[in-house]
């Protein structure tokens, strides 16, 4: 109980009230003399630079605002981002405004090279105020961007103040930057702690492995392929690694805090197992969005099952757990019976070569489970042997009670088709066919993928949903397990620090940036935008 409510305080106080009282000395930028060995190592690549580093990016539009000549450019690149963010029914009349600001001749915004877009932009917008409507603007105005504009910024004391960030970015992470509050849940490896940056306040979820562990049961390439590959990763359906550390008995990674539970929790712990057909709908969408995320970067995910797919405090979910994914080779095909056996796929467990078809699979057992409150093959708590559970996944047919929809029960029917190449999400356009299926009629994946559908659930922002502490077994470290120098250089590799878009992006949610980014008396002036 205590802790709970240390936890619930801290999530209340949030932002500037969580930041230590000498968080600004925590974050104090380094003199730009200590700054030259990154400034020559660093990769003069506009698209990380400017594009993909949230305080990259927010530099190189200060710069561009202290330039007259350059502020149409940039307010375009502003006003392009902030159409994304519009609802459908807002497009068409958003998408109007910014080709009366910029693409037209009478404008005092306009912006010379745009101006050929006109009337295909007004064509796009008439046609679809959904589709790509400014694509070709964007890419000539990026393309002007990243040429003179981007050589000067590199010259300018924007890009000193960037490099000065990469240095803070950069100091090494122990777990002095962190407050720990309670126990939140219990993996393979070790234990996941809800914790705070204590310079930022910014809430996250850290999750430690235990090294003996990790040691006798030979989990190291299992370790890092997980923060390998999530540190190569930025979707709003995965979770985010902000930081990798270690300390004297774990190696730690600091993830997106998902405080509304698994998926597994809300199923089977609140009320009746199961949950409703809008809730059903919505997690099952989300999913296969984080899904084709991952398929995109050629990850097969492999563990689908609802204790490792997390809802945040509004009622989005992540996917996590990556332990067991693996970044699929040009063919596209792996072996290995890897998985939580009962949401493996048949072509899994039979120890054929598989690719992107066990997770549509995956998908399948998830959607069954949260709606009949079971899942396939096997009543609840149930726990048959191992091969009377492979015999079932290979050749029994699961069944369907009334708790099924005709929509639900045909989309669970065709992602869990026994044979992967007649399998939904296997027919050549992936989870293109998957998001087709009329179950997900009514929801519109663009919004859905900008973040713009209000979940039909908000977790209560006073509860926590996980067991209590006592109910979780505790861990504790193996005996007679001797760490040695080849551990050593397996947690060097996995003892980075900070990941750099992850903590740009808390330096700015957590108001950090806008503070500290004011500029010396004698760096001319400071940029007066409302960030
Ligand atoms: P393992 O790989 O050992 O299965 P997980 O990553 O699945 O470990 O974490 C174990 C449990 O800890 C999860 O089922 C969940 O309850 C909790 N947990 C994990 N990550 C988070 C997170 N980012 N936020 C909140 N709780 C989490
Ligand atoms: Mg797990
Ligand atoms: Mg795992």
Known sequence: MVANSALIKAREGGGSKGRSCKWREMLRFPHISQCMDLAAAIERDYYSLCVKQPIGKKLFQLFCWSRPDLQSYISLQDALDVFETKSDEQRKDFGTSIIQRFLTRQSNQCVSFAMKHEQSCIHNLELDPCADVFRDCREDLDKYLSGEPFTQYMESMFFDRFLQWKMVERQPITKQAFRQYRLL???????????????????????????????????????????????DLDSRFVVSLAYAYETKHALCMVLTMMSGGDLRYHIYNIGEPGLDKERVRFYAAEVCCGLMHLHQKSILYRDMKPENILLDDNGHIRISDLGLAVRLSEKGLVRGRVGTLGYMAPEVISNESYGMSADWWGLGCLIYEMTAGQPPLRARGEHPKASEMERRIQTEQEEYSDKFSRMVKELCCLLLTKDPKQRLGCQGSNGKEVQSHPFFRNINFRMLEAGLVDPPFKPNPRQVYCSDVQDIDEFSTVKGVVLDQTDTSFYSKF????VPIAWQNEIIETGCFKELNVFNPDGSRTPDLDW
């Open 185 to 231: 849940g219990k993996g393979g490896f070790g234990e996941v702690w809800a914790c705070q940056v204590r310079a930022t306040g910014m809430m996250y979820a850290c999750k430690k492995l235990e090294k003996t562990h990790v040691k006798k049961r030979r989990g190291e390439t299992m370790a890092l392929n997980e923060k390998q590959l999530l540190e």
């Open 495 to 498: 003892n980075t620090g900070s």
